[in-house]
């Protein structure tokens, strides 16, 4: 079974920055698309970011030029750096693999808490 483990989150005021990592294991990593989604308080899980196998990425239009999504199959580790914070990226961010479908979502780690003051 997919064990995922999210870190990095905190409390950060408007335009700062974050860097979240999610690990890996028990799965041959480098052969996933991963991907980032959130959660704010009282809405439906999100797309965030994405990155396939070959290291093409995509992003939802909201985080387009402020957010970066990379990997490093070494570690089995997947990372989003967040710059230019806005309090409306405020939420639980967690990472699964790369889904049409979030039915179709690995079991969901804990998450990590980005809370943006403005």
């Known amino acids: 079974q997919v064990q995922l483990v999210e870190s990095g989150g905190g409390l950060v005021q408007a335009g700062g920055s974050l860097r979240l990592s999610c690990t890996a294991s028990?799965?041959?990593?480098?052969?996933?698309?991963m991907a980032w989604y959130r959660q704010a308080p009282g809405k439906q899980r999100e797309f965030v970011a994405d990155?396939?196998?070959?290291?093409?990425?995509n992003y939802t239009a909201s985080v387009q030029g402020r957010f970066t999504i990379f990997r490093d199959n070494a570690k089995n580790t997947v990372y989003l750096q967040m710059n230019s914070l806005k309090p409306e990226d405020t939420a639980v961010y967690y990472c699964n693999r790369r889904l049409l479908d979030l039915r179709n979502a690995w079991n969901w780690g804990q998450g990590t808490q980005v809370t943006v003051s403005s």
């Open positions: 990155i396939t196998t070959s290291g093409s990425t």
């Open positions: 028990r799965i041959i990593f480098s052969l996933y698309g």
